[in-house]
C-alpha cells in the first residue's frame, strides 16, 4: 500500500525559507508538490521523475524552489526560498506512476498535505 506523509510545513516570516518533507512507502514513482490555497483551486508546484532528474517547476516558484529526492530513504523534498504570503497554502505531495504530469489528475495517491503560511 503507497502512503505519502509530508512534514515540515509552519509558520514564517517574508523572504524566510522552509523545507518541507515527504516520506514516501510502497514503491518509486514520479513524485510531485502541488499546493491549495484558501478559496483557490489546488495547483502544480513541482515534480521530479524517478531517477531524480528532470526536474519541473511553475512558474511562481521557479527560481525561489528546488525539488529533489533521496530514493534511498524514499524521501523526497522541496526546498522553498524566498518565500512570500502569496506561497501561503497547504502542500500536497502527490505520486504517479509514470510521465512527468502537472496536472493533479495523473496523480493516483496523495498525502494529507502539511500548512505552510508566510507573514508579510
Known amino acids: 500500500q503507497v502512503q505519502l506523509v509530508e512534514s515540515g510545513g509552519g509558520l514564517v516570516e517574508a523572504g524566510d525559507s522552509l523545507r518541507l518533507s515527504c516520506a514516501a512507502s510502497?514503491?518509486?514513482?514520479?513524485m510531485a508538490w502541488f499546493r491549495q490555497a484558501p478559496g483557490k483551486e489546488r495547483e502544480f508546484v513541482a515534480l521530479i521523475s524517478r531517477s531524480a532528474g528532470r526536474p519541473s517547476y511553475a512558474d511562481s516558484v521557479k527560481g525561489r524552489f528546488t525539488i529533489s529526492r533521496d530514493n534511498a530513504k524514499n524521501t523526497v523534498y522541496l526546498q522553498m526560498n524566498r518565500l512570500t504570503p502569496e506561497d501561503t497554502a497547504v502542500y500536497y505531495c502527490?505520486?504517479?506512476?509514470?510521465?512527468?504530469?502537472?496536472?493533479?489528475?495523473?496523480?493516483?495517491?496523495w498525502g494529507k498535505g502539511t500548512q505552510v503560511t508566510v507573514s508579510s
Open positions: 502527490a505520486a504517479a506512476f509514470g510521465g512527468l504530469p502537472t496536472t493533479e489528475y495523473n496523480y493516483h495517491y
Open positions: 510502497g514503491g518509486t514513482f514520479t
